[in-house]
């Protein structure tokens, strides 16, 4: 399917590796000239060639903790207007709720929250006057699931999505849209950092660990990046302007209700 948007341009927020890359991918395939993002350098220049050489569209690699107004002033430095907004950032680590203290509340909420409503408010307006926009939140099935140890990124995350829900219906008219892709379990440097943890508490292997976590899934897989890129790039396309609002979440099947 063509998206028909080719020539339009993306900022992706930490999109080095994992579902920020996939997505990065993508929408380069689409043909979107990108600008990606990183905090570690050798990563982040490795990721950028690759999708240069792959699709032979423009991509800029900008170095910086997107959650600070440094990082956010390069990325709109590096591409001023962008057609479409890839909202991601890290997520806070596992930790009883118990052990969170002030500000680790305080980074966990703006990491996940305030960081993305920040370059919504960048963009929006350019976005809007331009009748073109496309904004995807990456958050996670934890809003609508607890995960255990998570309680911090799905607060933070729920705060998102209400947040945006409001905003997704005031840009609507301007053929801009705002919607969230809810992950489940992909398989990225992420989900596998937590193996480790779940090996300790559940007393086995990490390799374990692994197999029971994939097997609470319907599909029987942990999802991968690529299809997760894909779904953001059509959410991008010019199919899927009366798609907004919506949280989409990609789980093979995890979260068990009928609506
Ligand atoms: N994988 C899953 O199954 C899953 C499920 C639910 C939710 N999520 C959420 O989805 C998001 C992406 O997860 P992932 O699995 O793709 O993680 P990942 O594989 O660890 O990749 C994270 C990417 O973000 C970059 N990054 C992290 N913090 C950053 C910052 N402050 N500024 C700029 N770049 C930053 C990382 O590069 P640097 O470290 O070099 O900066 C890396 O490129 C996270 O918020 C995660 O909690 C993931």
Do not use: W
Not at 194 to 209: D, L, N, P, S
Not at 234 to 249: D, E, R
């Amino acid at each position: 399917m063509d998206l028909g948007i080719r020539g339009r341009t993306a900022i992706v927020c930490a999109s080095s590796q994992g579902l920020g890359k996939g997505c990065a991918i993508a929408l380069a395939e689409a043909g979107v000239s990108l600008v990606i993002n990183g905090r570690n350098h050798a990563l982040l220049e490795q990721t950028a060639e690759e999708i240069r050489r792959a699709s032979g569209v423009e991509v800029k690699a900008v170095l910086a903790d997107v959650s600070s107004a440094a990082g956010q002033a390069a990325l709109l430095a590096a591409c001023p207007n962008p057609d479409i907004l890839v909202n991601n950032n890290g997520g806070p680590p596992y930790r009883n709720f118990r052990e969170l203290n002030r500000q680790a509340i305080l980074d966990g909420v703006t990491m996940n929250m305030v960081t993305p409503i920040e370059l919504v408010q960048k963009v929006i307006d350019s976005m809007a006057a331009r009748n073109f926009g496309r904004i995807v939140n990456i958050t996670s099935m934890s809003v609508k699931m607890p995960i255990s140890g998570l309680d911090l990124s799905s607060g933070a995350r729920a705060g998102l999505t209400a947040f945006m829900a409001g905003v997704a219906r005031s840009v609507a008219d301007k053929n801009v849209t705002i919607n969230n892709i809810l992950p489940g379990k992909f398989d990225t440097a992420r989900l596998r950092g937590g193996f480790g943890i779940a090996a300790k508490r559940q007393h086995t292997t990490e390799a374990e660990a692994e197999e029971r976590s994939k097997a609470d899934i319907p599909a029987k897989r942990f999802g991968t990046p690529a299809e997760f890129g894909q779904t953001c790039a059509f959410l991008c396309s010019v199919h899927a302007g009366y798609i907004t609002g919506q949280n989409i979440l990609l789980d093979g099947g995890l979260y068990p209700a009928a609506f």
